[in-house]
């Protein structure tokens, strides 16, 4: 009997000595027309904008975000922004709003037109709509922001993208599905906005999508021990663990 009992506590003791899971990243990579691709899918979790308005400080790094970093299952810049890091487009983050949305002229890629509005409803689900087709809400939207070009609008390729351009860098941006899921992909090699829209239309099947950045692009990805710090970023959107939906903000 002495011995039988001195087994069970070894075995007890074993067990509580197991290290805890490791959380599973919400990220996976795929490969398509010879390069690589992360794609972070949210999971239901909730989507939070960190994006500074006139008179505040912006959160140039996610090491600056205001959150516990185990309720975090990613986070991505998150549109275009000026040389203090505030956005030049369309940006609101719990129906509150820190810059109007930005239909001039102009040159860069936010000014491809047409370009386009993510968007978060109030009850959770994800669009992509043209900057000038915003629609009115009833109850303001969790989240907006503003960036360019639109990559696929309506299914179908932005018509002033060239098949496979010589401009290359690593890029981001965010596409929705047909049912409302937003898919945030950042590519793993230098590629053509091209090649990058055919990702989401071709291989993610999203109707819609949106082109986020091409030089600063940066993905944190806490359960993989990832968090790009080679630059200062604008808007930041952060994807919380779906258990983790109180998780503290700013």
Same mark, same amino acid.
């Given at each position: ?61 996610? @090491? ?6 185990? *309720? !975090?299952?990613?986070?991505?810049? #998150?549109?275009? /922004?000026? %040389?203090?890091? =505030? ?94 899921? @937003? ?6 090699? *230098? !590629?053509?906005?091209?090649?990058? #829209?055919?990702? /989401?239309? %071709?291989?993610? =099947? ?45």
């Amino acid at each position: 009997m002495i011995r039988l009992f001195l087994m069970v506590l070894l075995v007890s003791g074993c067990s509580k000595a197991e290290p805890p899971a490791q959380a599973e990243s919400a990220c996976r990579e795929q490969r398509f027309e010879g390069a690589g691709f992360i794609v972070c899918d949210p999971r239901k979790g909730e989507l939070r904008l960190f994006a500074a308005a006139e008179g505040e400080r912006a959160i140039r790094r996610f @090491a600056e975000l205001p959150v516990e970093p185990a *309720a !975090v299952a990613f986070a991505m810049n #998150a549109g275009m /922004f000026d %040389d203090d890091g =505030r956005p030049i487009g369309l940006a609101s983050s719990g129906g509150k709003p820190t810059h109007a949305v930005n239909l001039r002229d102009g040159p860069g890629n936010f000014h491809l037109k047409p370009n386009g509005v993510f968007i978060v409803t109030a009850g959770g689900a994800a669009m992509i709509v043209p900057s000038d087709r915003i629609p009115v809400f009833r109850v303001a939207p969790k989240l907006m922001t503003q960036s360019g070009p639109l990559l696929v609008i309506d299914g179908q390729l932005h018509p002033k993208l060239a098949h496979d351009g010589s401009s290359r860098y690593v890029r981001n941006g965010v596409g929705v599905t047909a049912d409302g899921q @937003a898919l945030f992909v950042i590519s793993n090699d *230098a !590629v053509s906005l091209g090649k990058f #829209a055919r990702f /989401f239309r %071709d291989s993610l =099947r999203t109707p819609y999508a949106l082109f986020f950045d091409g030089s600063v692009s940066s993905l944190w990805d806490p359960a993989n021990g990832r968090m790009d710090a080679f630059t200062e970023l604008g808007p930041i959107i952060v994807a919380f663990r779906p258990a983790a939906e109180s998780a503290p903000g700013p």
